[in-house]
């Protein structure tokens, strides 16, 4: 038997009756403010889930399904979260500062004041999401999916958007001086023109001119 206790008070809050995490079926599990920091947690399920406070740091959640999960104030700092769905999961205030999410889905996902600094994206569907005030300082979103994408406020300087799709994006009052910009497609499905990728611009329209 596994228990999982508050992060703070030691509290048991929840009891599995496995030997292992992996591929542990936890939806609809009430665990907020849980300590999951550097467990093995690949393939577990958290639909539904109030995760709300948890400390997920250090943790390997590959192939993880937190699908519509409040995680509101979790800490996933240097988290594996390679592959996870987090398809509708509300992540307000989130910390995902050196967190690897590379083909992640976060899809219709709500996102607003997370702090994603440094945070690995590569290739993650986060279409339709709202990212408002996020900050993506540094963070690795090459290739993504940021269609219909609420970055309205978003700080994205210094990062890596190359080969994004940003089409239908809001992106008003968007930070994004130094970042990489090649074969980027734009709000209004422009192509980032190869004459401007080595240079350094604020304003995010200033990318698609010609």
Same mark, same amino acid.
């Given at each position: 038997m596994i228990?999982?206790?508050?992060?703070?008070?030691?509290?048991?809050?929840?009891?599995?009756?496995?030997?292992?995490?992996?591929?542990a079926?936890?939806?609809?599990?009430?665990?907020?403010g849980?300590?999951?920091?550097?467990?093995?947690?690949?393939?577990?399920?958290?639909?539904? &889930? +109030? #995760?709300?406070? /948890? *400390?997920?740091?250090? !943790? =390997?959640?590959q192939?993880a399904? @937190?699908?519509n999960? $409040? %995680?509101?104030?979790?800490n996933?700092?240097?988290a594996?979260?390679?592959?996870?769905?987090l398809?509708?999961?509300f992540?307000?205030d989130?910390?995902?500062?050196e967190a690897d999410?590379?083909?992640?889905?976060?899809?219709?996902?709500?996102?607003?004041?997370?702090?994603?600094?440094?945070?690995?994206?590569l290739?993650?569907?986060?279409?339709l &999401? +709202? #990212?408002?005030? /996020? *900050?993506?300082?540094? !963070? =690795?979103?090459?290739h993504?999916d @940021?269609?219909?994408? $609420? %970055?309205?406020?978003?700080?994205?300087n210094?990062?890596?958007?190359?080969?994004?799709?940003m089409?239908?994006a809001?992106m008003?009052?968007?930070?994004?001086?130094?970042?990489?910009?090649?074969?980027a497609?734009?709000p209004?499905g422009?192509m980032v023109?190869?004459?401007?990728?080595?240079?350094?611009?604020?304003?995010w329209?200033?990318?698609?001119?010609?």
């Amino acid at each position: 038997m596994i228990e999982i206790k508050h992060a703070t008070t030691r509290d048991v809050l929840y009891r599995l009756e496995y030997n292992s995490f992996q591929e542990a079926h936890l939806d609809n599990a009430k665990i907020a403010g849980a300590d999951l920091s550097n467990l093995d947690l690949r393939g577990v399920t958290f639909r539904n &889930a +109030d #995760l709300r406070e /948890v *400390n997920f740091s250090g !943790a =390997n959640l590959q192939g993880a399904i @937190l699908k519509n999960a $409040n %995680l509101s104030r979790a800490n996933f700092e240097s988290a594996n979260l390679q592959q996870v769905d987090l398809t509708n999961a509300f992540l307000d205030d989130a910390c995902f500062v050196e967190a690897d999410l590379s083909h992640a889905i976060l899809r219709y996902s709500k996102m607003s004041n997370a702090d994603c600094k440094g945070t690995i994206f590569l290739r993650a569907d986060i279409s339709l &999401a +709202d #990212l408002n005030q /996020v *900050n993506c300082n540094d !963070a =690795n979103m090459a290739h993504c999916d @940021l269609r219909g994408t $609420n %970055l309205a406020g978003a700080n994205l300087n210094g990062a890596n958007l190359t080969g994004a799709n940003m089409l239908d994006a809001k992106m008003i009052d968007v930070r994004m001086t130094g970042v990489h910009m090649e074969n980027a497609i734009g709000p209004h499905g422009q192509m980032v023109p190869t004459h401007r990728i080595e240079k350094k611009y604020s304003r995010w329209w200033e990318f698609w001119k010609r």
